[in-house]
């Protein structure tokens, strides 16, 4: 068992919010679109696109709407010019950052995702300035009000998951993306509910913040995750459990 940053238990604590403002949906649609579009519109030979359409099944999107989005994607239907960016920066205190980014108007993006950065303390890196502190993994949260670890650790390992770590409040099960499907379905299976499901750029190590650093870095990442065309934010800062719930709070 080994420690990892929190900023994935913040987000999926904040995912009902995002759900309420129909922005899951726009998020999940455009992932749809880009991985449609990247590796054609099948779900059973396009990965990535099996794993998007899981995860708006997930928020209960409608069967039409996933349809389209496929669509637009594909090119059979109007409206899928979206390109895909990842931005790289430095928040508050050394912090490493990722940013994905699906937007229709690059330059207005960049313009603005420039200025988040700055307003809260960071700043916008150069590519590959950053990208090669993190790793491509499958990342499964499940809450462990679901599951114990022993019921879990020989059933994620078994399916070809790598680790299993735990915050208090959250399992993580870390994969090779290729094994994402396995474990997922392995858990599915054994009927643990998942709270999500997602390929994810992991860090390899994370950075501890405290203080004015830690509270800046929280609001970066929320700041950036507020911005419409944003996809995912990642990020290596961990933040003490209590100095994180007073300031999540």
């Known amino acids: 068992m080994s420690g990892h940053s929190k900023w994935a238990t913040i987000k999926h604590k904040k995912a009902a919010a995002d759900a309420k403002r129909g922005k899951v949906f726009t998020r999940v649609i455009k992932e749809i679109m880009i991985a449609a579009r990247a590796g054609g519109g099948d779900p059973d030979g396009n990965p990535r696109l ?142 643990i509910e998942t709270a999500s499901a997602q390929i994810a750029m992991l860090p390899k190590n994370t950075i501890r913040l405290e203080g004015k650093n830690a509270g800046s870095m929280l609001r970066l990442a929320e700041a950036l995750e507020e911005h419409d065309d944003v996809q995912n934010v990642y990020s290596n800062f961990d933040i003490d459990e209590k100095e994180m719930e007073a300031l999540a709070g």
């Open 50 to 191: 099996r794993t998007a359409v899981l995860a708006a099944k997930a928020v209960s999107m409608p069967a039409d709407n996933i349809k389209r989005a496929i669509m637009r994607g594909t090119g059979e239907l109007e409206g899928g010019q979206i390109d895909e960016v990842m931005f790289e920066g430095y928040g508050p205190g050394g912090a490493a950052v990722l940013v994905q980014v699906a937007t229709d108007n690059r330059n207005r993006t960049v313009s603005e995702i420039r200025h988040i950065f700055t307003k809260q303390g960071g700043n916008l890196g150069e590519h590959g300035s950053v990208i090669w502190m993190f790793e491509r993994k499958s990342q499964i949260l499940v809450d462990q009000s679901k599951a114990s670890e022993e019921q879990l650790m020989d059933l994620v390992l078994d399916a070809g998951a790598e680790d299993l770590r735990g915050d208090g409040a959250q399992w993580e099960v870390v994969s090779p993306p290729e094994a994402h499907d396995a474990v997922l379905e392995a858990l599915h299976k054994a009927a």
